[in-house]
């Protein structure tokens, strides 16, 4: 059974407020859109994850989903929920799946049970939604200062999402609606076109992000969520050549020698680099900038180590801490110190307070107690979601 996603993420978020709609706003460090997308992605039995957007929201789109892998390019929704999942309906016909799972981007915290479940309901019934019973007692308005009576709660169910289809039975139905995009719900959708729904236990975590109080639940919800806290190292040696400066740490040091290399040659940065790439498993810096191409000759290494930053945002992670541990008889690297961590936490975007830049010697001891060289050792610590 083939069995995709669309996620609907083609709504302006008025209700949240704040410029940005909420799909690309973030919580606990990233973005709403990609929270729900990644919530998706390697779960069993999901073959493409459809994302649905507004046509002006191309560029927020293509940030928050830089380096995402197995999702398929987005389409464009409508004016209304309804209509947006239409889009995303017609959008898989040429290839289509068996089971559908149709989806808010603004439920990010989705678990992988409620997609079990969703998948399970779908092949089971033809159409499903998960629901929550009530615990409030509800009540109509007389007018806007008086209740009066309500109905009866124990036959009243909260839906969410992912509500589940046989694929077939939501396309039709569907564009039986086509002109009438009035329903808040593809339940309700698949209600109108005469097919029963069933219900299957929805998630209490599973919140729609709708009003700026619900970014402050989610925000706490987030620092509850496990996080992958990695920690690397990386280790860099040049030695010393002709020339009047050495460049460490991204600070130029007047000296009376250079550093050899096919770059800047320095080391902290190469380091720095080197670790935070073993932090994602993402090679070293040979790798990403191959000696061998002409382009990186002379290179200020700020470049490298942006990049590897930037590598680390993509996997949805951020940087907590680098750490480097000079080893050279000399230059003094006391007197340069404050202002390399400040060029490190720079290139990095990140507080100062996260940088720390340490030296020693060797007590004259091998290549750089002769002063053959200069070493750098150093750490990065990151924290990415925990994705598996
Ligand atoms: N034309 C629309 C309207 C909504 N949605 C999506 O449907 C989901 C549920 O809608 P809602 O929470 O109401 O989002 P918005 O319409 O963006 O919010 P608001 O009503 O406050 O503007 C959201 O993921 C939203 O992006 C959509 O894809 N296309
Ligand atoms: C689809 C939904 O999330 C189910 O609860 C809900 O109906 C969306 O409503 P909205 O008014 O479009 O936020």
């Known amino acids: 059974m083939r069995t995709d996603v669309i996620v609907v993420a083609a709504g302006s978020g008025q209700r949240a407020g704040d410029g940005i709609p909420k799909q690309f706003r973030t919580v606990g460090g990233r973005a709403v859109l990609r929270r729900t997308l990644e919530a998706f992605l390697g779960q069993p039995g999901i073959r493409h994850v459809l994302p649905v957007i507004h046509p002006d929201h191309g560029a927020w789109c293509a940030e928050v989903m830089a380096g995402l892998e197995g999702v398929l390019p987005p389409v464009s929704g409508g004016a209304t929920r309804q209509a947006s999942v239409r889009a995303g309906l017609e959008a898989l016909a040429a290839d289509p799946p068996d089971v559908v799972l149709i989806h808010d981007a603004a439920r990010p915290f989705v678990s992988a049970r409620l997609v079990a479940d969703a998948i399970a309901a779908a092949r089971l019934h033809g159409a499903a939604v998960p629901a929550l019973a009530l615990v409030d007692t509800i009540k109509a308005l007389t007018n806007n200062d008086f209740v009066g009576s309500g109905p009866d709660r124990n036959s009243l169910r909260s839906v969410q999402t992912p509500q589940s289809f046989r694929y077939d039975l939501i396309l039709s139905a ?215």
């Open 174 to 388: 569907h564009r039986a609606r086509i002109g009438t995009d009035d329903l808040t719900d593809d339940a309700a959708v698949a209600e109108a076109a005469g097919h029963r729904v069933a219900a299957f236990p929805g998630d209490p975590t599973n919140t729609k992000i709708t009003t700026p109080e619900d970014f402050v639940t989610a925000e706490r919800n987030a620092a509850l969520e496990l996080t992958d806290v990695r920690t690397a190292t990386g280790f860099d040696v040049h030695a010393f050549g002709p020339g009047d400066h050495v460049m460490l740490g991204g600070i130029k040091i007047p000296f009376d020698q250079g550093l050899s290399g096919h770059s800047d040659a320095d080391v902290v940065l190469h380091a720095l680099t080197d670790a935070l790439l073993g932090t994602i498993g993402s090679g070293d810096i040979g790798h990403h900038f191959p000696p061998s191409d002409p382009q990186w000759k002379g290179a200020a290494s700020d470049v490298f180590l942006a990049h590897a930053v930037a590598l680390v945002r993509k996997a949805g992670g951020r940087v907590a801490h680098l750490d480097a541990t000079v080893v050279c008889e000399a230059p003094k690297i006391g007197p340069h110190r404050e202002a390399m961590r400040e060029r490190i936490a720079a290139i990095a975007e990140i507080s100062l307070a996260r940088v720390s830049v340490k030296a020693t010697t060797s007590e004259k001891l091998g290549f750089t107690g002769r002063r053959e060289g200069i070493a750098a050792l150093a750490s990065a610590t990151v924290r990415l979601p925990w994705v598996d």
